[in-house]
């Protein structure tokens, strides 16, 4: 029997550009694309998608499509988990959909899934690296009733039901969920694989299946946001460094100590 | 005026946690109203000494549900329907990042997590976030109640205040469906003071070049009394347990010093440690964003630097 994973995925601006390229447009209260930077899936929701991987290579019967919602997607960045071996993409793509708040982003979640599903396996990043929250996956569970476990670093398919791993702050937990669960995978699963060129070649042959608001039934009066952003900028940092310099590296490292001493700081 | 009610969460010693009791500083500074906490979980110390107007406990939390708090959120939710608070708090933490999260979603209200500020007027609950992984601040407005909000490890002192609240308990009549079971809980093992109360933290990153100098910064941690953590590239390397890292995913941490040795200073590792005292940086990269965040540096190799440091620093301890 086939198991039918979705994977939530989000499409965000790349978290390694280098801070002097940050930007923010305090009018619209925007990022501002950094040139020459561009977006890429959420590096949580490719752990997620390994995950899922990874249950294809233990045996499992796995058919593992991957959901986004926004708008302006670049398809270079969301086709990277079918290289990496996804089957489907599926993208909910229309006007001010990249701005959408967690539950509105639920919402649209929610519709798609009851459209598309059943699936047995609900898979999310443990957050997004823009607004860096964690509640879509988490709303989702109590707007679906379905159980749920945030953090898992290992799961296993084991009958009806996934044997998992989830990280606690000084270890981690075994637990076992029903199928269908929601889980949030985090990085402690390791890294994502690096698609190789058959997987390049496949993607490049696949097409998004691309939905509208109005194909899942839905409005944007029906995405209200609950939080209302009235202001986004980058914070100024007046720290002044106090730079110790001895006659050589060892030196340094002695009067780094004697200074932090004399602060009484040790 | 403005109802508020707190959760208060015991910490793996049996008492209430530091981060509640950021909390609670917060809370009170939200109305003129007593605040009312809901401790969830078993303490082993008194909570009755808390700075609040009254204590609602729930007891039907147990071992079982630690992880899961599919009970816990359905006591609290039960509790929030029928008292009807206008702001519900808890602190950043486990916890606090799912029951907020699911309460939120059941009540159909507004959650912002990780706050390191929040203030009240007239209503209106204004709250600030970092976002973008710290390399940004955004400021929300919430004008349906309840704001359910999570309050960021650091942001706020406990003020110390102690108070005498009338302590009752509460029981929902729902028993949550356990349908996930936790099996077995699995800690690393720890020698010597908890990261998140360590008053040194030494921390080390890929710029080590591997597990083996980890040793050296436990020398130093040893010598100071205080505790070992890493960034995440380190982490991820398999250098050290992911139980070490400190940052936007991993820990909070606010000692008097924190030395970041190998570290490049990057918004999310940021996060875990910018409410640290003073931040002592050893980077052999001189444009590192790390010298932008920290009060003392070094500019060099730290397989030169440390030596020399740590036998400093044993002489003065001496
Ligand atoms: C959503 C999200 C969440 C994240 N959460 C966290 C988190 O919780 N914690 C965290 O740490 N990171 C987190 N990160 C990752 C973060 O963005 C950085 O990638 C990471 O912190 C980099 O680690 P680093 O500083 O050790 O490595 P690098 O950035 O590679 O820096 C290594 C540094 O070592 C220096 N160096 C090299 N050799 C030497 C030497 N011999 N002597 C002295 N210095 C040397 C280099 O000059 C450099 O500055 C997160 C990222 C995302 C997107």
Known sequence: ?266 | MTSVLLVAEIDDQGAISQTTLQAVTAANGLTSAEITAVVAGEATEPVTSLAVGKIVTISAIDDADIGVYDQATTDIAALVSSTKPDIVVFGKSDFGSIVGARLAFRSDSAFASDCIEISNADGTVKITRPVYGGSALAEFEISSTPAIVTLRAGAYEPDGETGSPAVEAFASNERASRTVSVTDTVSEARDGVRLEDANFVVSGGRGLGGPEPFSVLADLAQALDGAVGASRAACDAGWIDHSHQVGLTGKSVSPDVYIAIGISGASQHMAGCSSSRAIVAINKDADSNIFKEARFGVVGDWEKVLPSFLATVRELKA
């Open chain 1, 1 to 266: 029997m086939t198991v039918r994973i979705v994977v939530l995925a989000k499409q965000v601006p790349d978290p390694e550009t280098p801070p002097s390229q940050f930007k923010i447009d305090e009018s619209t209260n925007s990022v501002i694309p950094a040139n020459g930077v561009p977006p890429v899936v959420n590096g949580f929701d490719l752990n997620a998608v390994e995950a899922a991987l990874r249950l294809r290579d233990s045996g499992a019967d796995v058919e593992i499509t991957v959901l986004s919602v926004g708008s302006d997607f670049v398809m270079d960045a969301m086709k990277k988990p079918l290289a990496m071996g996804a089957d489907r993409l599926v993208l909910v793509d229309d006007a001010g959909l990249d701005k959408l708040d967690a539950s509105a982003t639920v919402k649209v979640l929610a519709a798609v899934i009851e459209k598309d599903g059943p699936f047995d396996l609900i898979l999310g990043g443990r957050q997004a690296s823009d607004w860096d929250q964690g509640h879509v996956a988490l709303g989702l569970a109590e707007v679906l009733g379905l159980p749920l476990v945030s953090l898992v670093q290992k799961l296993e398919m084991d009958g009806a039901s996934v044997s998992l791993q989830r990280v606690i702050p000084d270890g981690y937990q075994m637990i076992t969920a029903p199928v269908p669960s929601i889980l949030t995978i985090t990085n402690e699963l390791g890294e994502p694989r690096y698609p190789n060129l058959r997987g390049i070649m496949q993607a490049s042959r696949k097409k998004p299946e691309i939905l509208s608001l109005g194909d899942i039934g839905l409005t944007s009066d029906d995405l209200a946001p609950r939080l209302e952003l009235k202001r986004l900028y980058v914070p100024e940092s007046n720290r002044q460094v106090e730079l110790i310099k001895g006659e050589d590296e060892a030196d340094s490292g002695k009067k780094l100590a004697l200074r932090l001493r004399e602060e009484k700081l040790i």
